[in-house]
């Protein structure tokens, strides 16, 4: 068991370095138009998709009406939630960019609770206000700010992919194949952001195009990673080391683009992560805890 997670752990991070990666690279692509980023990203990493498909011999099923309609939510949402995040990357220092995207697991509890009816604990509850309180931190609520529009996008599109994950756990539980989930949401975004890509898209260079290759493979590296990562132990083992990609694309934004956070970037980053910590310690050993002394009375 202590093999497999420490399998997983590695995994974990390897996905947090390629979504890292996958930021550097849509941030370095330039002044194109956020949904051609949008498109071309999801381009290439549905071609992936398609021929680890195939490979795999995997099935096209998605199974019932209601499996139809959440997945089409999970890839409305997880577009609207990429688009947000993209825009934000070409406007923002790429830890922010990527901080405020990482989010999306407080919003996965919220919408958890909204439409899967799970419970929501006082305590969940706190941390997603804790962490809510550290997003502001980044965002930095001003009519003075003038990256208040892209970090309030940022934001929104960490909301986007708390709802796409949402619906990928309850697509999860009902037998629809991960690799299925990836492609029908890749395609799905290409289709979403082609009548732009038609009518009002910019010529892009070599190292452009490049670029969004290199986003679209970095993208389904992470994918697979994580994937592998959850295959080999619990998500609530594990969630935790995801936040390695705060360092990764504060290494890469110092390098690369000669980004540095501010101050209170590094308050909230320090707020979110202690949220994220403190709901890894509860997952793994308070509530525990708590159960085995409630099953023994």
Same mark, same amino acid.
């Given at each position: ?12 991070v390897?996905?947090?370095f ?9 941030a ?10 949008v ?25 019932d ?6 997945l089409?939510?999970r ?5 609207? @939630?990429?688009? @947000? ?12 960019? /990527? ?9 996965v509890? $919220? ?7 799970e ?7 706190l ?6 309180a550290?997003s ?8 003075a ?7 309030v996008?940022?934001?929104? @599109?960490?909301?986007?992919?708390g709802?796409a ?6 697509l999860g ?24 890509l038609i ?6 260079? /070599? $190292?452009?195009?490049l670029? /969004?290759?290199?986003a679209?493979?970095?993208a ?8 592998a ?6 998500a ?10 705060l ?6 934004g ?22 994220? $910590?403190?709901?890894?310690?509860y997952?793994?050993f ?5 159960? $085995? ?5």
């Amino acid at each position: 068991m202590a093999k497999k997670k420490y399998k997983a752990v590695i995994y974990i991070v390897i996905s947090a370095f390629c979504f890292a990666l996958m930021g550097l690279f849509v941030a370095q692509s330039g002044d194109l138009p956020t949904l051609q980023k949008v498109f071309f990203r999801n381009f290439f990493a549905l071609i992936i998709a398609v021929i680890s498909l195939k490979k795999s011999h995997t099935k096209f099923e998605i199974g019932d009406k209601k499996n139809h309609a959440v997945l089409f939510v999970r890839a409305l949402g997880g577009t609207i @939630g990429m688009i @947000g995040n993209f825009y934000a990357l070409g406007k923002l220092n790429l830890s922010d960019a /990527l901080m405020l995207n990482k989010m999306s697991p407080f919003f996965v509890i $919220v919408f958890s609770f909204i439409f899967l009816k799970e419970k929501l604990t006082t305590f969940q509850a706190l941390t997603v206000v804790g962490a809510f309180a550290g997003s502001l931190f980044i965002i930095k609520p001003s009519f003075a700010n003038v990256e208040l529009f892209p970090a309030v996008c940022g934001f929104l @599109g960490g909301m986007g992919a708390g709802l796409a994950y949402t619906c990928v756990r309850y697509l999860g539980q009902h037998g629809v194949k991960g690799s299925v989930i990836v492609a029908y949401f890749s395609g799905f975004s290409c289709l979403f952001t082609l009548p732009f890509l038609i009518f009002q898209s910019k010529p892009m260079s /070599l $190292v452009q195009l490049l670029c /969004l290759l290199g986003a679209g493979i970095s993208a389904a590296g992470g994918q697979f990673s994580i994937t592998a990562a959850y295959s080999h132990a619990p998500a609530k083992e594990i969630s935790v080391y995801d936040y390695s990609q705060l360092i990764f694309s504060t290494i890469l934004g110092v390098i690369f683009l000669g980004q540095f956070p501010d101050h209170w970037s590094f308050i909230g980053y320090a707020i979110i992560i202690g949220m994220a $910590v403190l709901v890894f310690l509860y997952n793994n050993f308070l509530h525990d805890k708590a159960k $085995v002394k409630k099953e023994s009375t």
